[in-house]
């Protein structure tokens, strides 16, 4: 079975400071893993995603993230916080192979502060 | 940019009543997903529809739920007789492939269902 966790159900940053979102990632063999983006009373915007390759992913609106097979984590970062980038952030992952199907995290909730 | 659409955006109905929720997938791609959310919760996957059949489905999906593509656009998810937990956000998605490469799933605005 393949799962997702997301730690934090909320994360407080200021505008201009690196924000982290962490994601850690269970799965059979090779992992493909993607982060969403879900601004309010919107649906799932693509991010950016990881299949192989350079293990330093860059994404839309400036975000980027790094896969770690060692520590099995996804975290996505920025290196500069936009206020509008306050939304509901999900992490997914899929077994490269079986089933396409990708498992959703629960969701962080970034909140970014003038 | 292509968009996976979806309608209604929001409807209320009283519990027992069938729903229909409406998906219009992106115009090329074969794979077609109904996802839901409650409120506060992870997002969950209900069933994938490739070429006019089920392709995978959840526990969720059981038989009150069904999908069709009643033509070549629309792919509607259909709850025959709703439940007070059926309250949910529903997402329509699609992706070009189903297996391969990764393939980047794209998610409608979604419908948001109320059942009172």
């Known amino acids: 079975a393949q799962s997702v966790a997301q730690p934090e159900d909320q994360v407080n940053v200021a505008e201009g400071n690196p924000l982290t979102v962490k994601c850690t990632y269970s799965v059979s063999g090779n992992p493909y893993l993607f982060w969403y983006v879900q601004y309010p009373n919107r649906g799932l915007q693509f991010l950016l995603k990881y299949i192989t390759g350079d293990n330093l992913v860059k994404g839309s609106y400036g975000f980027e993230a790094e896969f770690n097979k060692s520590q099995t984590s996804f975290h996505l970062k920025k290196p500069s916080a936009l206020v509008s980038d306050s939304a509901l952030y999900f992490c997914?992952?899929?077994?490269?192979?079986?089933?396409?199907?990708?498992?959703f995290g629960r969701g962080t909730s970034l909140i970014v502060h003038p | 940019e292509p968009e996976v659409t979806q309608t209604p955006s929001h409807q209320v109905t009283q519990m027992g009543q069938e729903v229909i929720l409406r998906c219009v997938p992106i115009s090329n791609h074969l794979y077609f997903y109904w996802y839901r959310q409650i409120l506060g919760q992870k997002v969950e996957f209900l069933v994938s529809?490739?070429?006019?059949?089920?392709?995978?489905k959840s526990e969720i999906f059981d038989d009150q739920f069904s999908v069709e593509r009643p033509d070549g656009s629309n792919f509607t998810l259909k709850i025959r007789s709703t439940k007070l937990e059926d309250s949910a956000m529903y997402f329509c998605a699609s992706s070009a492939t189903g297996t391969a490469s990764g393939n980047t799933i794209y998610f409608g605005e979604g419908s948001w269902l109320t059942v009172v």
């Open positions: 997914a992952v899929r077994a490269s192979g079986g089933s396409y199907i990708p498992t």
């Open positions: 529809f490739y070429n006019n059949e089920i392709s995978e």
